[in-house]
C-alpha cells in the first residue's frame, strides 16, 4: 500500500542507483519529486522502509538500498524506451505502469502526499459480516501518519455502547484488518459468523468477553469458537 509520492521516490532511487551506484542526496530526492521541503523526503523515505521496500545503513551517507519494487512497476530501460525519455537524464514517474490507483487493491491515492483514501464500510449492524457493510462507491481520506502496516478500513459507528472510550456514535474509527488482537483492545469482532459489533475484547480462559464502554451496557460473553476478530482500531476521525 503505497501513495504516489512513495511511488515515485522508490523509483527516482532505485533509478539512482543502478545510474550511479549510490543513493540519491536528500536535495536531490527533494528537486525530483518537486517538493519544498527536506523533511516530506524523510516521512516518505520512513514509510517505505517501515513497509520493507528500502533500508537505510546507518552512519553512512547516501546509504538507501532497494530490497524490492512494486509488481507493477515496468523495467527502467522499457519505460524510457517506451515515452522517449532519457533515463540518465533524470526520473520520470512515467515507469509506472497503467492507472496507479487501479494497482492497490481497495486503497486509492489521496492528492495530498500524505494522506491515502481508504474504504469506507457502513455502519455496524447486526446480522450482517463486516464485509457485506461495504459501499465500493465511498472512501475516506486518511493521513499515512494514523496507518501502521497492512491493510486498513474506515467504518462508521452506530451507537452509544463506546462513548467512554471516547468513540460516539457517527464517528469514523479507522480499522486494521486482521484475525488477532491483543487483550484489552478494541476490535471489530463477528459473532457466530453473522453480528458484527466494536467492543473491547478480553480473553478469560476458553472464552471471549465483548466489552461496552457505557455502563448502560452489558458485556456479552461467548465460547472463543463463536468469535472472530475482524480487525482492531487505530484511528477515529470526527467532524464538527
Known sequence: MLTRKQYELLVFIDSHLKQTGFSPSFEEMKDALNLRSKSGIHRLISALEERGYIARRHHRARALDVLRLPDNMVPRETAAASTGTDAAAGFSPNVIRGDFTQRLPGVRTANDAGAIELPMYGRIAAGLPIEALRDTNSHIEVPMALLGAGE??????????????????????????????????????????????????????????????????ETRIFPADRVKVQGRIVALMRKY
Not at 488482537?181 to 476458553?206: H, S, W
Open 152 to 217: 486498513h478500513y474506515g467504518l462508521e459507528v452506530a451507537g452509544d455502547s463506546m462513548i467512554e472510550a471516547g468513540i460516539l456514535d457517527g464517528d469514523m474509527v479507522i480499522i486494521q484488518k486482521g484475525d488477532t488482537a491483543e487483550n484489552g483492545q478494541i476490535v471489530v469482532a463477528l459473532v457466530d459468523d453473522a453480528e458484527v459489533t466494536l467492543k473491547r475484547l478480553r480473553r478469560r480462559g476458553n472464552s471471549i468477553a465483548l466489552e461496552p464502554c457505557n455502563v448502560r451496557h
